[in-house]
Nanobody
Framework: VQLQASGGGLMQPGGSLRLSCAASGSIFSINAMGWYRQAPGKQRELVAA???????NYADSVKGRFTIPRDNAKNTVYLQMNSLKPEDTAVYYC?????????????????WGQGTLVTVSS
């Protein structure tokens, strides 16, 4: 299963950006999709995640500013980022976990997207 992320870029503090991540391949089901980020010199951290049932959780640092809509029919997850701050600057990675077809069998998968850079600066 492959993940294609897009939507990063440069934004001024207080602005908004929307990231997209589409999953493709021999997908049987996706249980959860999420976004992580890694700032220079820091460990990768969870930003937000959402289950197929719509249950979402957020890092404390983004609560009230970010949302994670998901389109199950398109196997796509978004990250709507509002009120951006310089500390949101990072490479953002999408992640998906679920089950995929392997021949005639179903097996679990966990995949990462390629990362998209978000820079918040004036």
């Amino acid at each position: 299963v492959q993940l294609q992320a897009s939507g990063g870029g440069l934004m001024q503090p207080g602005g908004s950006l929307r990231l997209s991540c589409a999953a493709s391949g021999s997908i049987f089901s996706i249980n959860a999709m999420g976004w992580y980020r890694q700032a220079p010199g820091k460990q990768r951290e969870l930003v937000a995640a959402i289950t197929s049932g719509g249950s979402a959780n957020y890092a404390d640092s983004v609560k009230g500013r970010f949302t994670i809509p998901r389109d199950n029919a398109k196997n796509t997850v978004y990250l709507q980022m509002n009120s951006l701050k310089p500390e949101d600057t990072a490479v953002y990675y999408c992640n998906a976990r679920g089950s995929s077809w392997y021949g005639y069998q179903i097996q679990d998968f966990g995949s990462w997207g390629q990362g998209t850079l978000v820079t918040v600066s004036s």
